[in-house]
């Protein structure tokens, strides 16, 4: 069994933007494989996320390939592009904006009796919610 490090996870997560950008991942299962890269242990589980995908696979450094020399490069090293993220507030937002565009107004008219009527204004929060989470769960992919 092949150990894997940070640089192989983030080739298969390179791999997995590509089939989301492609339309073969939908978000959801995207962030699960993502999540299941970051964790893996050995070539065999980065390998079993492709199992049901075409190309693109993540190509891993050979052996030979991380034992040769490396040319010397003028400057300071580029830093390495990373792989796109889903923040897991925003995601949570954008999985759950249905139910709470639905709510919204019942908790605001909830509120409205509640208070005996005494903060008219509440109502203003309605449209302030939902243009919140419409912005969140759009930047997340909703």
Do not use: K, N
Request: charged share 20%.
């Amino acid at each position: 069994m092949a150990d894997v490090g940070a640089h192989e996870r983030e080739l298969a997560m390179e791999a997995l933007d590509a089939h989301r950008r492609a339309g073969r991942l939908e978000r959801a299962e995207h962030a699960d494989r993502c999540v299941t890269a970051s964790r893996a242990t050995s070539r065999a589980q980065l390998e079993a996320l492709f199992c049901d995908l075409p190309e693109p696979h993540p190509v891993y450094p050979t052996a030979t390939a991380a034992s040769a020399p490396r040319p010397a490069v003028a400057g300071p090293p580029a830093a390495p592009e990373l792989p796109e993220l889903v923040a897991p507030s925003g995601a949570a937002i954008a999985r759950h904006a249905g139910l709470i565009s639905l709510l919204t107004p019942a908790a605001a008219a909830v509120l409205f009796a509640v208070s005996g009527g005494r903060f008219p204004w509440i109502f203003i929060l309605v449209p302030i919610v939902l243009a919140a989470v419409a912005y969140v769960s759009h930047r997340h992919g909703g």
